[in-house]
């Protein structure tokens, strides 16, 4: 069965630094997504990407972070410069469409701890 | 705006008995998707079952049933012979037929624990 796969499954990273998330969406999905969940907290929609372009970002989604899919598989998530308070889980999601009905799947997450 | 609202932060049950998660909705949306995801402690998130604002029926997934109230604006997951593995978080989540494309707004979540 398909999935949603992402790299790395942990990143310790010093504060300042720069990181790459990455995910594979499942392969027939058109819409893709990243959200963050802070440990112990909820889950928060961070940005949706539809046909090359950012469809929806939330108030976390500011110029620190970016988005984008380099080649016909990967789908990228960028932080310029982390900060402590980037210190999450980070999980990839992708459905086929972006009706009602259509499922987001998940991927396993990327810890990231910022030091 | 959507909001979800979780308001047992945790759940014990008896392995083999039936339980109850709640969730209460909040939308100005005429059309709009409920889902629930179940998180282990190993952290990955799995959609267990869909229910649709125009569904006249509450689905069924298996061990999973949704108790859809539209009027009451709640949408409780019911696990029923619970087993061990069903030990996890549990996160229901909306997705409104406004503008947004796709989004899921999510709720607080609800710790359950089995008892064997």
């Known amino acids: 069965e398909p999935e949603v796969t992402q790299t790395p499954s942990h990143q310790v990273t010093q504060m300042g630094q720069e990181v790459i998330l990455r995910c594979v969406p499942i392969s027939n999905h058109l819409y893709f997504y990243w959200y963050r969940q802070i440990l112990g907290q909820k889950v928060e929609f961070l940005v949706s990407f539809y046909n090359n372009e950012i469809s929806e970002k939330s108030e976390i989604f500011d110029d620190q972070f970016s988005v984008e899919r380099p080649d016909g598989s990967n789908f990228t998530l960028k932080i310029r410069s982390t900060k402590l308070e980037d210190s999450a889980m980070y999980f990839c999601a992708s459905s086929r469409l972006a009706g009602l009905t259509d499922t987001q799947y998940f991927g396993p997450g990327t810890r990231l701890t910022v030091l | 705006a959507q909001k979800i609202t979780q308001t047992q932060p945790g759940m014990f049950v008896q392995e083999k008995e039936a339980v109850t998660l709640d969730c209460t909705y909040d939308?100005?949306?005429?059309?709009?998707?409920l889902f629930w995801y179940k998180q282990p402690s190993s952290g990955e998130m799995i959609f267990l079952i869909y229910?649709?604002?125009?569904?006249?029926q509450n689905a069924t997934e298996g061990r999973y049933s949704l108790n859809f109230q539209k009027a009451r604006k709640s949408a409780n997951l019911v696990i029923s012979a619970s087993q061990l593995g069903d030990s996890a978080m549990y996160f229901c989540?909306?997705?409104?037929?406004?503008?947004?494309?796709?989004?899921?707004?999510f709720g607080q979540g609800t710790i359950l624990t089995v008892h064997p």
């Open positions: 229910q649709g604002s125009y569904d006249e």
């Open positions: 989540a909306m997705r409104g037929g406004g503008t947004s494309y796709g989004k899921l707004t």
């Open positions: 939308t100005s949306d005429q059309s709009y998707g």
